[in-house]
């Protein structure tokens, strides 16, 4: 049997075949809001494995944001998903949360991801990360705990994934890297490989190439896109990524690419601005 990726995985049940779509962070704004700088401090956002490099951006960098995509496979819409972004009233913390409900046949995968982290002392610092799974196969609910005072990062059973030998300030969750990529393109900076510990407490390093512009049709309309690369060990797949820099480098669409076949694919359908004045609940 041809192995999926962790984007659209098989789970091979007694005499099914059950498809699994995972779609947000495991991949992988026209409008402009002003924020007075003199007040709004710059944030040192270290993102280079190598700790030699950092990007710095401020909270104004930030546009609040919803989008709803198209879940798709080889030419067929299957279902939708919604991401979005928000950031807090006093511009100290950002939550972006993604949920998809995705079905095949008679299969089903319904799953929501949030993550929160925070501006401190100069610093986006990961905070909490929940990633929860039902439908047709394995259900999961898993947490990620970013203790960042005792340099440690916990599951939800509390064991330890990551001791405070292994903790870095820098070390993201699976969604908060994407913010950091999307900021990245939108200051013409190159993309740095991210440190990222995956849902099940592992730490990996994920790296991007730029491919250049492409024009793409999307539901929403045409647009020229940045297109992107996300390198895999496996030279059987392949993801690709475009952001759209008249939508403040949003994910306009998602491909995966695997075995030289399309087996999952994500196509914005919208695209809403939002308030900087969210209330967010700290986990």
């Known amino acids: 049997m041809k192995k999926l990726s962790l984007l659209f995985l098989i789970l091979t049940l007694p005499c099914v075949v059950t498809p699994r779509f995972v779609f947000s962070s495991e991949v992988v704004e026209s409008t402009e809001q002003t924020v007075n700088e003199q007040t709004t401090p710059e944030i040192d956002v270290f993102t280079d494995v190598s700790n030699e490099g950092f990007h710095k951006f401020s909270p104004s960098d930030v546009l609040p944001y919803k989008a709803d995509y198209n879940v798709m496979r080889r030419g067929s819409v299957r279902g939708t998903a919604t991401k979005q972004l928000l950031l807090s009233a006093s511009q100290s913390m950002i939550e972006i949360s993604y949920s998809s409900d995705a079905s095949y046949l ?30 047709t196969g394995k259900e999961r609910n898993q947490l990620l705990h970013f203790d960042q005072l005792n340099k440690i990062v916990s599951n ?11 903790f870095s300030a820098k070390l993201l969750d699976p969604l908060s890297y ?36 492409e024009e793409i049709e999307l539901p929403i309309g045409r647009y020229t896109a940045i297109k992107l690369l996300r390198k895999s060990e496996s030279k059987k797949r392949y993801t690709y990524v475009w952001m759209i820099p008249t939508l403040n480098y949003v994910l306009g669409k998602l491909q995966l690419i695997e075995e030289e076949k399309e087996s999952f694919m994500l196509q914005l359908t919208s695209v809403e601005w939002l308030n900087r004045d969210s209330s967010i609940t700290k986990r």
């Open 106 to 135: 008679i299969f089903s995968d319904r799953r929501t991801e949030l993550s929160q982290f925070s501006f401190e002392e100069g610093h986006l610092l990961s905070n909490f990360y929940r990633f929860t799974r039902e439908g």
């Open 156 to 166: 939800g059973n509390g064991e330890i994934r990551i001791n405070a030998n292994e």
């Open 178 to 213: 994407q913010l950091l990529m999307q900021i990245a393109l939108k200051k013409g900076k190159p993309i740095p490989q991210y440190n990222v510990v995956n849902r099940n407490g592992n730490t990996r390093t994920y790296s991007f190439e730029i491919l250049g512009e």
